[in-house]
């Protein structure tokens, strides 16, 4: 009963140290509920500097968004509440009460 016991415990300690090391393993990393597969856009913002104190009109988003390299975009005026979660591939168009563009980003 002891050599079992021994020889068991050799079991369970080799196979918590191979799960240990299995943890470490590293492997490509992606964005959580995003698979694999699918390419994730990355936004730039340098890229659409240029409609800075521009009007907005509305439908223009989504060119913006495209020359952004963003997956989505957000308009927001200057009285919205925006929710703080980040998401690298969306763009933010924040608009003045004079629809004038004043601020963009990412996240």
Sequence with gaps: MKNFLFLGGK??????????????Q????QAEGIP?????ADCSVEKVQHYLGGLYRT????DIRKEAGAEE??????????????RHERLNIRVDKNHRIFSMSCG
């Design 26 to 29: 590293s492997g490509p990393k």
């Design 73 to 86: 975009v957000r308009v927001l005026d200057v009285s919205a509440h925006e929710t703080m979660d980040y």
């Design 59 to 62: 439908g223009m988003e989504e």
């Design 36 to 40: 694999a597969d699918k390419a994730v």
């Design 11 to 24: 079991w369970v300690a080799a196979g918590v140290a191979l799960l240990a090391l299995a943890g470490c």
